[in-house]
């Protein structure tokens, strides 16, 4: 069985900085793609960031490019997200996704698992 947990999240002050992380179970890890998406008070899923099965590609949704960094460890079967510079437009659940065999399309939703969540609320 898949699973996959997120931990980090919280309440921060704008400006501020947090480490998402994503722990993998259940799968081979380096077989798959993974991503972070989030969902907004009253918005639909997006796009946040996502990085390939040997982190040869990574992408960005323009909304956070420059202030997060995705990064995975294939030895811990884990993903991270770090965010800097933190708004209150990034107030949000945050998800991790896995996505197995070709590389492209990571900025769509077409993910095979996803994690339960955890909740991102920055303070103005």
């Known amino acids: 069985q898949v699973q996959l947990v997120e931990s980090g999240g919280g309440l921060v002050q704008a400006g501020g900085s947090l480490r998402l992380s994503c722990a993998a179970t259940?799968?081979?890890?380096?077989?798959?793609?993974m991503a972070w998406f989030r969902q907004g008070p009253g918005k639909e899923r997006e796009f946040v960031a996502a990085?390939?099965?040997?982190?040869?590609?990574?992408y960005y949704a323009d909304s956070v490019k420059g202030r997060f960094t995705i990064s995975r460890d294939n030895a811990k079967n884990a993903q991270y997200l770090q965010m800097n510079s933190l708004k209150s437009e990034d107030t949000a659940v945050y998800y991790c996704a896995a996505k197995s065999g070709s590389s492209s399309r990571l900025r769509t939703n077409e993910y095979e698992y996803w994690g339960q969540g955890t909740q991102v609320t920055v303070s103005a």
């Open positions: 259940g799968l081979t890890f380096s077989n798959y793609n």
């Open positions: 990085i390939s099965r040997r982190a040869l590609n990574i």
